[in-house]
């Protein structure tokens, strides 16, 4: 029996929601090793610079969902600027990633989580992650045993769950458009009661790209200016985090 249901859940009120840490999987946006996929379109260093946006961006969205304690899982290490500047934005934990494949990476991140209600794991590759869809995450994860939001390319963007189980992880071809697919049939093996979202997408191709700069019109000048001018300082960073609170308020009263 397949245990799936679409995600309906009505919003509990935030006192009544336990606490539930957020994990980010996240690469640092080293030039030549962010967003490969993307330098033939934006060159080494505009696909860093699409990195450090779409990380500060997952950053703050996590950080005001306010739904518990924000750690920021790292690779290779902690120690690049980018990260630094996160942890400044809602004291957020850094965290360097263990070796072995992102499932292992993944299944880490929850089992050391220090909420007992749940633990939601996302990337920073999807822009349209808002701090009311967290938060729709976390109200269902009150309901079922894991919540997922599928990604159109196949993948997901957000995957949570109760407690820690490397069964949800196992077999799946990571980086492909098996990845959904092998993950509900890992969920209904486990007899395992789920729900998820509608899909949302990710900035993975030139295409994608092009759909994020369309929709949020700031973001290509952010991306590309600071390689023009030479301004990867912690000056022209920090107040980044202002403007996308803006933006998730703006975002919010339109859900």
Known sequence: ??????????????????????????????????????????????AAGLQRWLLQR??????????????????????????????????????RQPDGSLGDRMHTAIAESSTSAGTLVIGTDCPVLTP??????????????????????????LIGLRKACRGAFREIDWGTERVMAQTRARLTAMNWRWSESHPLWDVDRKEDYERLANL???ARERIVAPQILGLLTTELELPYGDVVRTEMRRSEKSE
């Open 58 to 95: 997952t950053v703050v969205t996590a950080a005001t969902a306010d739904l518990g304690p924000v750690t920021l899982w790292c690779t290779p290490d902690i120690d690049h600027p980018a990260f630094a500047i996160c942890s400044a934005f809602d004291s957020v934990e850094l965290r």
């Open 132 to 157: 009311g869809l967290l938060r729709q995450a976390a109200d269902s994860l009150q309901h079922h045993d894991a919540t997922v939001f599928p990604a159109e390319d196949g993948g997901y963007v």
């Open 1 to 46: 029996m397949t245990w799936h249901e679409s995600m309906h859940v009505p919003l509990m009120k935030p006192e009544a929601t336990p606490r539930i840490e957020i994990a980010i999987m996240a690469k640092a946006p080293i030039a030549g090793l962010a967003k490969t996929r993307l330098i033939p379109h934006l060159g080494v260093d505009g």
């Open 216 to 218: 949020f019109p700031d």
